[in-house]
């Protein structure tokens, strides 16, 4: 199976021709203590098969229980999303052989979800909000996780054998699954993005899972179709599975589209599959075919009894919901006083709760934009990272801030100081301990620093003498450099002048 | 004191509280009574005499030392091996299973294990509880101790015939479609079905999870209460478990064998008598409802229209739960695995290899019919068709139980027919469950205990039906006409099983 380089058409060219169509179907872990239908314990990063129990390795005899704490979280994404919340829905099987669902069924809702019929407006790099009409969410148990040991590539192919970890087995899911997406036109791959990332950030907002797309929690499969124009009925679709960045998803998309142009302008017909992303390369692979004659034989949960959610308890949850990220983004606008630009580039960058946190440090809102937007956005562009996964913390920046505003370090050290961050030397204080880098405040070592300056350049006591001031900043340059910056600049002015004066 | 074996497990218990017997002794008793005559009955898959003995003893210590204990503390116990016990070998009869210790217990184990009744051993069963006769067990058939010639019902045949050949005084039985009063009718014992949802389901190796009841299978009525008090109640475990406690068996059955059934109206039901019955069988049943008009009760005709559609129904719900229940009998985690000798290793070729093996054909046969029944185009047709005769049938009880307390019938249409007859008639041998599964589909309690023997030698069961969680109603009727019948008797008619020829 070697992936040939297909033939693509040129995205611009390619949305002239076809209106793409997308279907996003999102998955998160929720972050409950134990697992969707047992007691055994969900932690990130377990040994393998340690975190299970009869109920999640399916050993014969083994019963499910529904953990209402799931439910829970189920039912404030639902009414997040604006759903209804069903009285009463089922569990249902979903039957199919994998080495990696312990009972070689899935428990999960299929025609009875606990939440339906809602939407989410997503708010694009422009500030145009696009509303995204949301089909359905449902609850269901996560599978395990095969290794394939042996082969190059990691994948089955080639592999001498297979080992199957079970601790993730049973993890609860919410599946939320939107309807079909018309009207993005050639902003899509950005609709899609955006929606993913709106997403995570309610999932952070309810408090229901760390959602963090590194280690999926977040897994998002995104359905694309194209058709000649808005009014046509809808094409052939594929369906791009565990897309795992926001990045990914938007080059997904776009690659998705220029790859079905191709085909459609070649006379052909694009094939209902699933299709793998590869973040190295950025494209697509053919998966399984989807064909009609997968049969998952869906039947209602026996094993369970229905999960019927009491309307005060629903209420109870709607009233308890809080402050939605869109909602917060503007009240946040306004305290910190950035521009609506701003705020936007914040937001696109991820950074919003990255400053937040450092707010809350007890830095100002505009020094925090400084280091998210300035350096730290830098070095995730030139590390290809997410911003949220750049090794600092917003702790980290906010003491960092600190040491600057108490004069400890000046700006210059402080980027210093950073990049010590960056390469896992500690925290802030401590790499300022360690590389001695605390500014110079005893007069001792600066007066001594300056008078063999002066000493140097005679020529410039006089000139400063007579009452030109201008080369007193090279004086201040000098006694810099040979304090390896660590003198406050502002001090070292007065004592020259005290000196030469 | 080779008569402890035929003792009941309530006179059991009586002489352990009274001190005239030891725990170990009536362990021991039971567990030489095994050794002589299990040899040719095949009631048991495994039997665990060391951990019987060491419970035995600590109970025999326990009660010396004045300890509170349990009224069935030290009364020996066969569990069916479908029943999940922890460091023993469970293999619900099947290859599939064999030499799977389990890392844990049921819950009804657990409760047998707290009130420490020694747990003799795992008994014989139709592979995954499917079948009517304990012919479809990978380990061999179970023979009926009435005649060695016949089966000894199934899917509990090693339960019930672990009864009847006194190896135990309390067995476990499971019940999906009849497998606990079936066998209890074929062999001259006691077999409850309890209301769907009172005894967990945890650790039951499941058969259809919506059918599925685990109960007591003994010698008296008043036994089975004893023992489905034990293992009844509540369980966070199962999320099908009823709240209620399980209490008022005992107080209904020693109430019941005063004998007095004044006010008490028995329905009987239209569609389950006469035609298809065998002629003893409907005799015995006409001489038991004459019994219970004796005791004052009164009795009425009532029509179940629907039941004749029941055992249509229960072979579509039950295979195709099974089908999707034994998909992780695979050989990826545990149990049997078979690896292809030939072409690649693939998991999905291991799989196909190991069912292949692993399943009997009966297994087989359930499973195609289940996967068929499930599949997309015929799921209305056959799963959804049959979950709407279900909520008929569930009807037609509540309005029979509208113009009677209970209801009752003969438990099977025959009594045991001899080993192979219905092998190659998988229909015929569906037959035999028709009056026991529409129980099953409704949740409701069954009770089978024995009336007498036919003209063929072999004994009949009589059949008692209650509304859901009115077990202690069953027990009062049944334990009313046990003592009618023993009266007649002038004995228990297990009693009149013929003595077994000890193998040395």
Redesign the interface.
């Known amino acids: 199976m070697s992936v040939s380089s297909p033939d693509l058409v040129a995205y611009d060219e390619a949305v002239t021709q076809y209106d793409p169509v997308i279907g996003i179907e999102v998955h998160v872990e929720l972050g409950t203590k134990t697992k969707m239908f047992c007691s055994a314990e969900v932690e990130f990063g377990g040994e393998a098969n340690t975190q299970v129990t009869?109920v999640s390795?399916?050993?014969?005899?083994?019963?499910?229980?529904?953990n209402g704490k799931a439910v829970e979280s189920a039912i404030k994404i639902g009414l997040a999303l604006h759903c209804t919340i069903a009285d009463s829905c089922r569990f249902a099987?979903k039957?199919y052989?994998?080495?990696d669902v312990?009972?070689?069924?899935q428990t999960s809702q299929y025609d009875e979800p606990i939440a339906y019929d809602g939407y989410l407006d997503v708010e694009l790099d422009d500030g145009e909000i696009f509303r995204v009409e949301i089909e359905r969410a449902h609850m269901e148990e996560d599978a395990g996780k095969n290794t394939h040991v042996g082969g190059s590539t990691g994948r089955i192919h080639g592999a001498e054998y297979?080992l199957?970890d079970y601790n993730r087995a049973g993890i609860p899911l919410v599946e939320i699954v939107t309807k079909p997406i018309e009207g993005a036109g050639e902003r899509a791959p950005e609709v899609a993005r955006a929606y993913v990332q709106t997403l995570r950030d309610i999932f952070r907002a309810l408090d229901v899972s760390e959602a963090r797309m590194e280690r999926g929690n977040v897994r998002a499969d995104v359905n694309l179709s194209l058709r000649p124009t808005p009014e046509s009925p809808l094409g052939t679709r594929t369906e791009t599975k565990n897309v795992n960045s926001f990045r990914s998803i938007e080059r997904a998309v776009r690659y998705e589209v220029e790859r079905q142009a191709a085909i459609l302008n070649a006379g052909k017909t694009v094939t209902q599959e699933t299709r793998h992303w590869h973040e190295d390369t950025g494209i697509t692979t053919a998966g399984r075919e989807k064909s009609d004659a997968e049969?998952y034989?869906?039947?209602p949960e026996?094993?369970?009894?229905p999960v019927e959610p009491s309307r005060e308890w629903v209420e109870e949850l709607r009233a308890s919901l809080p402050e939605m990220p869109a909602v917060k983004r503007r009240r946040l606008r306004e305290e910190w006083g950035y521009s609506d630009i701003e705020m936007r580039d914040v937001v696109n960058a991820g950074a919003l709760e990255l400053i937040e946190n450092t707010v809350a440090g007890g830095v100002s809102p505009a020094a925090a934009r400084k280091w998210w937007m300035g350096e730290l956005a830098r070095f995730a562009k030139e590390n290809d990272r997410e911003l949220a996964s750049v090794p600092v913390s917003p702790a980290q920046i906010a003491e960092l801030q600190r040491l600057i505003d108490e004069k400890k370090i000046n700006d210059k050290i402080g980027r210093q100081v950073l990049e010590g961050v960056l390469a896992g030397e500690g925290d802030p204080a401590e790499i300022v301990s360690a590389r001695g880098l605390e500014i110079v405040s005893d007069d001792g070592p600066l007066l001594a620093a300056i008078d063999q300056v002066l000493a140097d350049q005679p020529d410039i006591v006089e000139k400063v003498r007579s009452g030109n001031m201008g080369p007193v900043g090279a004086i201040i340059g000098a006694v810099m450099k040979a304090t390896r910056g660590q003198a406050d600049a502002g001090r070292v002015r007065e004592l020259i002048i005290e000196r030469i004066g | 004191m080779s008569d402890i074996t035929r003792l009941t497990a309530a006179e059991l218990a009586q002489k352990l509280q009274a001190g005239d017997i030891t725990s170990e002794q009536a362990t021991q008793a039971h567990l030489d009574r095994i050794a002589a005559v299990d040899p040719t009955i095949n009631a048991f898959v495994t039997v665990t005499a060391e951990d019987a003995l060491a419970t035995a003893r600590d109970v025999d210590e326990r009660r010396a030392r004045g300890e509170q204990l349990h009224p069935l503390a030290g009364v020996p116990i066969a569990i069916k091996d479908v029943?999940?016990t922890d460091g023993v070998q469970?293999t619900?009869g099947s290859k599939m299973?064999e030499g799977?210790i389990?890392?844990?217990d049921?819950t009804l184990v657990e409760k047998i294990k707290e009130a420490r009744l020694p747990i003799l051993g795992k008994t014989n069963m139709d592979e995954f509880a499917m079948g009517s006769s304990t012919e479809h067990s990978a380990y061999g058939n179970t023979l009926n101790p009435w005649d060695i010639e016949r089966i000894p019902g199934g899917s509990g045949g090693g339960s019930a015939a672990a009864l009847a050949a006194f190896e135990a005084p309390l067995a476990i039985g499971t019940d999906t479609g009849g497998s606990i009063r079936q066998p209890g009718a074929v062999t001259g014992t006691v077999g409850v079905k309890p209301t769907y949802g009172s005894v967990s389901?945890?650790?039951?190796?499941?058969m259809?999870?919506?059918l599925d009841q685990a109960g007591p299978v003994t010698r008296t009525v008043l036994d089975a209460a004893l023992l489905h008090e034990l293992i009844g109640g509540h369980d966070?475990?199962?999320?099908?478990s009823l709240p209620q406690p399980a209490t008022g068996y005992v107080k209904a059955a020693q109430e019941g064998a005063l004998g007095d059934l004044t006010g008490v109206r028995v329905g009987i039901v239209k569609e389950l008598t006469g035609e298809g019955y065998q002629p003893g069988v409907q005799a015995r049943f006409d001489e038991s409802v004459a019994l219970l008009r004796d005791a004052g009760a009164t009795v009425v005709e009532v029509s179940c229209p629907s039941f004749t559609t029941a055992l249509a129904a229960y072979y579509l719900i039950m295979p195709?739960?099974a089908?999707?229940n034994l998909?992780?009998?695979?050989g990826?985690?545990?149990g049997l695995r078979v690896e292809p000798t030939d072409g690649p290793l693939t998991?999905?070729r291991v799989?196909a290899a190991t069912r292949g093996q692993g399943f009997g054909d009966e297994v087989k046969r359930r499973i195609i019919i289940g996967?068929y029944a499930?599949?997309?185009g015929y799921?209305d047709a056959y799963?959804g068709s049959a979950q709407k005769v279900r909520t008929l049938i569930q009807r037609d009880f509540t309005a029979a139980f509208e113009q009677a307390d209970v209801l009752v019938s003969p438990t099977s249409p025959t009594t045991a027919f001899k080993f192979g007859e219905k092998l190659d008639d998988p229909l015929a041998m569906y037959l035999n469950d028709i009056a026991t599964i529409p129980a099953n589909l409704a949740g409701v309690p069954g009770m089978s205990l024995p009336n007498g023997v036919s003209d063929d030698g072999m004994p009949v069961g009589f059949q008692i039906l209650a509304p859901i969680s009115e077990d202690a109603r069953m027990y009062r009727i049944g334990a009313a006409l046990e003592s009618a019948l023993e009266k007649q008797w002038g004995e228990p008619l297990i009693n009149r099983v013929p003595e077994l020829e000890a193998q040395a």
């Open positions: 009869p390795l399916g050993l014969p005899g083994a019963l499910p229980v529904v099987r039957n052989f994998y080495p312990p009972k070689n069924f297979s199957v049969d034989r869906y039947f026996p094993d369970l009894v | 029943v999940v469970t619900a299973l799977w389990p890392p844990y049921a389901r945890y650790g039951l190796i499941a259809a999870s919506s966070p475990k199962d999320s099908t195709a739960e089908s999707s998909a992780k009998f695979d990826m985690r545990f998991a999905e799989m996967t499930l599949s997309s799921y799963y």
